[in-house]
């Protein structure tokens, strides 16, 4: 039986008696300073001790010298670190940050996941977990704030709130992980600590600004952004998409291993199918990297040219997942349907994706349509008709 209360690190109770013998009746008790006591119940002499603040009683033996004997071995183990036969282990957080990298390596978002290990590793280095405070988690956001983008040379910009938040989850995560694999004990730090508040991107492409940015680009980018705005796949689906995913003759991409975890299948439009077959075949990939070796892994630094060609600095390749999404519902796509194009699980998700400013702007309209023939519409302006409106 183990009671928490504070207590020296080895020993007998802070607020026991001197030590000394004493007897009641047939109960023996035996104190031993700085150790702990035996006392004897029927024939047996039990332990009573206490490490680290928590109070340990166990049987002994029936023999009061070989009770002593072991009370004196669990002092020696927790000298050594050892109560028992349980070692304590000093979990430190970058050995446990890299066992955790190893547990989420079949991720697909590991490239992203290492990133913020990297960021958590400077700051939290060899503390123990334990030792690793709500307060010390908060540090660790203020000081990230002052952090440069960019590197040194091309360094213009503090790290945004948003970027803080994906590492404190992986924070969170982390002492997840280590809660239930049991390395750590207690309240998971991060879970005191308030995240940046964030505001949903709501970045939709005009028809005119999509134009811009395909005359902006070169090949195999035009190709792969026209996928994107038709698909709504991921950057990451897309580029690292295989020649036996693309069924040309059901027009359908299929995609056995999404980030839900789930076996989609992605219609093709006329615009896609011809831009597939029009892909000359080299290797198993259908955007293969250099030297024909893998998939093309990353076209982040042709992206930002174009868009600073295109005079659309803010937009983000993941952007063009939320324009597929409108264009979907502006075209009269139920939001079940549009859910399961983009493969999300949750349908509160979907709704972030799309922009609903053209729903709402008819919805307005045809208010205004009800009003077209009538006293209060005839004869006056659009703002007088509404101030009239507004008085009845």
Known sequence: MIERA????????????TCK????????SLRIPGQGRIYKRGAVWYLDYWVDGCRRQERG??????????????????ERGEVGFEKKKVVHFSDFADEYLKIKADKRSIRSIRGYIKHLKAFFGELPL????????????????KDKVGGKRKATRTVKGQSINRELSALKNIFSVALKQRRFRGENPVKAVSFFPEQARDYVLSMEEVGRLLEAVGEPLRKII??????????G??????????????????FARTKSAKFLRVPMNPIVEGVLTGIERQGDYVFPGRWGKRHLVDCKKDFEAAREKAKLPELHFHDLRHCAATYWD???????????????????TTARYIN???QRRQAVEAVAVRFTGTNVGQGQSQEGATVAVSRN
Do not use: C
């Not at 033996?61 to 002092?75: F, H, N, T, Y």
């Not at 026209?226 to 950057?235: E, H, P, S």
């Open 6 to 17: 504070g207590g020296p690190d080895f020993g007998d109770r802070p607020s026991g008696p």
């Open 21 to 28: 013998e004493e007897g009641t009746m047939k109960t023996t």
């Open 61 to 78: 033996s029936g023999s009061k010298e070989e009770a002593l004997r072991i009370l004196a071995a669990r002092r020696s183990d927790a």
């Open 130 to 145: 334990s030792k690793i405070t709500p307060e010390l988690v908060d540090q660790y956001k203020q000081e990230r704030l």
């Open 226 to 235: 026209l996928i994107a705005l038709n698909t709504g796949l991921r950057k």
């Open 237 to 254: 689906e897309i580029l690292s998409l295989r020649w036996a995913q693309v069924n040309l003759e059901e027009k359908v991409l299929m």
């Open 330 to 348: 502006q075209s009269g796509a139920s939001g079940r349907t549009i859910q399961e194009l983009l493969g999300h699980q949750d349908p509160r």
């Open 356 to 358: 609903t400013d053209e």
